[in-house]
């Protein structure tokens, strides 16, 4: 069974900067897409990174240059480093994974969900 759980979220002034955290488990961790979706109040869920089994990434234009997303094979843990947050990255950041797959293209994963942990902004 696939198990994702995120940490690390929390309030933060804008400027500042965060790290979360998804440990994986249930699947093959290291062949899998995997990557983080967030969801604004009245929003649609949207991809914001992805990574894939051979390390390559791939971001949304609204967080090239501050967000980092990285994994460790080893822990079976996802991160997603966040710097010079702004007031419009406030929302619900959730972990996901597909297993079916180890490259993911232009697209980012959606097939298995995390909970989610929530990061707000303040100006």
């Known amino acids: 069974q696939v198990r994702l759980v995120e940490s690390g979220g929390g309030s933060v002034q804008a400027g500042g900067s965060l790290r979360l955290s998804c440990a994986a488990s249930g699947y093959t961790y290291s062949r899998s897409c995997m990557g983080w979706s967030r969801q604004a109040p009245g929003k649609e869920r949207e991809g914001v990174a992805a990574?894939?089994?051979?390390?390559?990434?791939i971001y949304a234009d609204s967080v090239k240059g501050r967000f980092t997303i990285s994994k460790d094979n080893t822990k079976n843990i996802l991160y997603l480093e966040m710097n010079s947050l702004k007031p419009e990255d406030t929302a619900m950041y959730y972990c996901a994974a597909d297993p079916s797959r180890s490259y993911c293209g232009d697209t980012y994963p959606r097939r298995y969900w995390g909970q989610g942990t929530q990061v707000t902004v303040s100006s």
């Open positions: 990574i894939n089994s051979a390390g390559a990434t």
